[in-house]
């Protein structure tokens, strides 16, 4: 039983930043992805950032590279989402989810999610 549970969203103006947790449980694969996707009122879930917990390697969307850094914490069973320069149109509920196997930025590869943290950027 995999269960995922984000935290650290919040109200935040435009220009600032915030740091999304993910405390992650019963994972009982070696070979895993963990990723960010976001949802916005009327619109589809969008990937955000993905990191391969087998390696070091991290991919993120174009609209967010250099602006937001995935990271994890294998020890604490943790993934995480820096968020820098935050923009309006970024308000969404964050979700953190997880497959067997190698990246990939659709919503549909994913078999587990959290429950989502909300993101609200003001003006």
């Known amino acids: 039983q995999v269960q995922l549970v984000e935290s650290g969203g919040g109200l935040v103006q435009a220009g600032g930043s915030l740091r999304l947790s993910c405390a992650a449980s019963?994972?009982?694969?070696?070979?895993?992805?963990m990723a960010w996707f976001r949802q916005a009122p009327g619109k589809e879930r969008e990937f955000v950032a993905a990191v391969n917990w087998g390696g070091a390697n991290t991919y993120s969307a174009d609209s967010v590279k250099g602006r937001f850094t995935i990271s994890s914490d294998n020890a604490k069973n943790t993934l995480y989402l820096q968020m820098n320069s935050l923009k309006p149109e970024e308000t969404a509920v964050y979700y953190c989810a997880e497959r067997r196997g190698p990246y990939s930025s659709y919503t549909t590869r994913y078999k587990y999610w959290g429950q989502g943290t909300q993101v609200t950027v003001s003006s």
């Open positions: 019963g994972l009982t694969f070696s070979s895993y992805t």
